[in-house]
């Protein structure tokens, strides 16, 4: 999907920010204020990023008045540049973040910004980009001439910030022409063609893998019966049917993430074993608890008989082929929960105790991601992984 820069800079202008986001950017903004950065206070430089992204994620949506979540993605979006590597790697093509386990501390590297030095190259591409951006804005006649001057400073910042954290990521002390050409190239892919989920699915995982409701849910006993009705029921004879097939597709992928359809009913169990207030799920209540679980997929508009039919169970197996490069990187979201489950939990230990919780739930993400795939094609995108997490992700906060 590609946006035009008029409707762009169009949508930027108009949407506004209430006074409450504004008071929260601030706060959030005011932990920098220590620091400068190209001889300007960093906090500024981060205040218009944050603004700019609270924006242009509300645009998205359609909306002229940014929310509350708007403000959460767009501080996602800066947690993600400021502690993953390489995030920059990105194409119109393939605009999607890839989501990396953190590999710095975003504060500190963000703090870190005031010891590199904002090159003179730098700076001249900046000025001269932003001549133009003002030249366009004017032509098109797109907002008054005041907002068209804070759009040109929001995004003149936001390239200047940019520059510096590829500069400082890659281990240099001073910004070249290079890393603005990096730093606006990359504003323009999330400008014009990252997709609404392709920020949403920032605040997911993080969500996602800080719910206080994981340690429950892992917690959770399902007991030797139970796994022995499970282990013969139809869904474990669909895994092993359409098994065979998908495994030369998912290389690389856990094998335990592999038994899709059955492992993903382990996680719905045990949620929904949460919700009744259970510790353990016997034999005796398999029935109604394996119903119960692929109940819940009716909150997030999937209706439980779809797994009742196995021509359409096995559409989803045919839809759960990765296409290039995916498996690789549901190989990285798999290790971004992985350390968001540690860090949250403060217990190195818990994945060794509780190993079945990640692997069930990314095949509860894929299997919700194939299963509501609408654009036709057969393999298993990088956005269609993404909507199954942010759908899991609504189902668990349901």
């Known amino acids: 999907m590609t946006r035009t820069p008029s409707d762009v800079y169009t949508g930027l202008i108009r949407t506004r920010l209430s006074i409450e986001i504004e008071n929260q950017i601030s706060e959030i903004t005011g932990r920098f204020s220590g620091q400068t950065y190209g001889g300007t206070p960093l906090a500024l430089h981060l205040t218009r990023f944050i603004s700019l992204f609270c924006r242009l994620i509300s645009h998205l949506d359609s909306r002229g008045v940014a ?4 403000l959460t993605e767009a501080v996602d979006l800066l947690d993600h540049l400021a502690s993953s590597s390489k995030w920059w790697v990105v194409t119109r093509d393939d605009p999607g973040f890839t989501l990396r386990p953190a590999s710095r501390d975003p504060r500190e590297f963000m703090k870190g910004l005031s010891s590199i030095h904002l090159g003179s190259d730098t700076v001249s591409r900046i000025n001269n980009a932003v001549e133009r951006l003002a030249s366009f804005l004017q032509e098109q006649e797109i907002g008054l001439p005041k907002e068209r001057t804070v759009l040109c400073e929001d995004v003149a910042s936001s390239w200047s910030f940019l520059s510096g954290m590829i500069c400082k990521g890659q281990g240099n002390t001073t910004t070249t022409e290079n890393d603005f050409e990096t730093a606006y190239d990359f504003l323009r892919v999330l400008f014009f063609h990252a997709r609404q989920d392709d920020y949403r699915a920032l605040t997911a995982v993080r969500k996602l893998g800080t719910s206080p409701r994981l340690p429950k849910i892992a917690s959770v006993a399902l007991s030797p019966g139970f796994e022995r009705q499970l282990e013969s029921s139809p869904a474990a004879g669909l895994d092993n049917k359409y098994g065979v097939i998908q495994a030369d597709r998912i290389k ?4 335990a993430v592999r ?5 993903a009913l382990r996680f719905l169990v045990q949620v929904q074993a949460v919700k009744n207030g259970m510790s353990k799920v016997d034999e005796s209540s398999y029935g109604s608890m394996t119903k119960d679980g692929l109940g819940l997929l009716q909150t997030i508009g999937i209706t439980p008989d779809t797994f009742r039919d196995e021509r359409a169970v096995g559409e989803i197996f045919r839809h759960l082929k990765p ?6 990187r549901i190989t990285h979201l798999i290790r971004r929960l992985e350390t968001l489950i540690v860090d949250s939990t403060g217990n190195r230990d818990f994945l060794l105790r509780y190993g079945h919780l990640v692997p ?3 095949a509860l993400i894929l299997l919700v991601a194939a299963a509501t795939k609408t654009d036709g094609s057969d393999e298993l995108t990088d956005l269609d992984v993404k909507r ?4 899991i992700t609504n189902l668990l906060n349901a």
């Open 252 to 255: 690389g992928i856990p094998v």
């Open 388 to 391: 199954g997490l942010i759908l």
């Open 67 to 70: 929310e509350i979540s708007d």
């Open 323 to 328: 296409a290039n490069g995916v498996s690789e």
């Open 259 to 263: 038994a899709v359809l059955t492992n």
């Open 360 to 362: 069930r739930m990314v």
